[in-house]
């Protein structure tokens, strides 16, 4: 078991940008696949984007890729989602969640990960 906590919520303007961090309380990641996933209001919890820690491989939704960047501080022990260009629609409360021994056909799917954070709101708005 690990301990996530995220930070980095906020409200932003249609256009701007966010980086959520999640931490990692009591151990390293480096034996874990971190991901982040949201949630709208009414909405399921869907899929944002996931790193493996080592070798640094990372998986993104069609909805993130070019404007949503995961990556790691190992000096840290963080793993970050860098979001630019926000719409309306990425407003939702953001998760980190981490699974070891998760496989690449199985990084988007929310049952791989045991370990989850409390959550980060995300507000776009005018």
């Known amino acids: 078991q690990v301990q996530l906590v995220e930070s980095g919520g906020g409200l932003v303007q249609p256009g701007g940008s966010l980086r959520l961090s999640c931490a990692a309380s009591?151990?390293?990641?480096?034996?874990?696949?971190v991901a982040w996933f949201r949630q709208a209001p009414g909405k399921e919890r869907e899929f944002v984007a996931a790193l493996k820690w080592s070798g640094g491989r990372t998986t993104y939704a069609d909805s993130a890729k070019g404007r949503f960047t995961i990556s790691k501080d190992a000096g840290k022990n963080t793993v970050d989602l860098q979001m630019n260009s926000l719409k309306p629609e990425d407003a939702a409360i953001y998760y980190c969640a981490a699974g070891s021994g998760v496989i690449l056909s199985n990084t988007r799917n929310q049952g791989a990960y045991a370990n989850w954070g409390q959550g980060t709101q995300v507000t776009v708005s005018a």
């Open positions: 009591d151990r390293t990641f480096n034996i874990y696949t």
